[in-house]
T-cell receptor, first 122, second 112 residues
């Protein structure tokens, strides 16, 4: 079975440009999360989407936006790129089942990560 | 902010057990402890998670103290390929549910 796929794998942009990163979740997974990982640090939470709705947002500026499509794939958009946006962008999918009791749904969630998109802003 | 604290780095000899500690003193009664690892330039990989009881799978064992304020991930026979950053995570509540917040993790070096 295919895992989480992300495209492109590498990207080079210049300051001020806009970028779109793409993610396809594991088949059957309805939730997608996005993370930013700067060299030497742990992944930082950006967004989580479930059933095409935003369920959570990390401490990132409005230049960062995302959406989820009916097939549960997702795009992350970053506008007005800054040098500090250079990072590995990771997508993770998970199987959330809203028919489960809320505490189970919220607490029993394994994330499956893609290999990421390495974005360099020059 | 992450709800866990871990040592910055650890060494382990190849073939020996690697025991990675984690403190999560503010954990609530229904919150799970998760472990992920990240090998250089790859996405994090889920290892194991647990609530109260000790857990074991094909990758590792998870020992959770009775008061649930700390846990230990055990790799029973570490290999060179286990060299990675290991993250201990207790998920953080937010308005939409819970989110997985990574700390700095423990960098494990397995040496021949």
């Amino acid at each position: 079975d295919a895992g989480v796929t992300q495209s492109p794998t590498h990207l080079i942009k210049t300051r001020g440009q806009q970028v779109t990163l793409r993610c396809s979740p594991i088949s059957g997974h309805k939730s997608v999360s996005w993370y930013q990982q700067v060299l030497g640090q742990g992944p930082q939470f950006i967004f989580q989407y479930y059933e095409k709705e935003e369920r959570g947002r990390g401490n990132f500026p409005d230049r960062f936006s995302a959406r989820q499509f009916p097939n549960y794939s997702s795009e992350l958009n970053v506008n007005a790129l800054l040098l500090g946006d250079s990072a590995l962008y990771l997508c993770a999918s998970s199987f959330l089942d809203r028919t489960e009791a809320p505490w189970q749904e919220r607490n029993n969630e394994k994330l499956f990560f893609g290999s990421g998109t390495q974005l360099s802003v020059l | 902010d992450a709800k866990t604290t871990q040592p910055t780095s650890m060494d382990c000899a190849e073939g020996r057990a690697a025991n990675l500690p984690c403190n999560h003193s503010t954990i609530s009664g229904n919150e799970y402890v998760y472990w992920y690892r990240q090998i250089h330039s790859q996405g994090p990989q889920y290892i194991i998670h647990g609530l109260k009881n000790n857990e074991t799978n094909e990758m590792a064992s998870l020992i959770i103290t009775e008061d649930r304020k700390s846990s230990t991930l055990i790799l029973p026979h570490a290999t060179l390929r286990d060299t990675a950053v290991y993250y201990c995570i207790v998920r953080v509540p937010h308005t939409g549910g819970f989110k997985t917040i990574f700390g700095a993790g423990t960098r494990l070096f397995v040496k021949a």
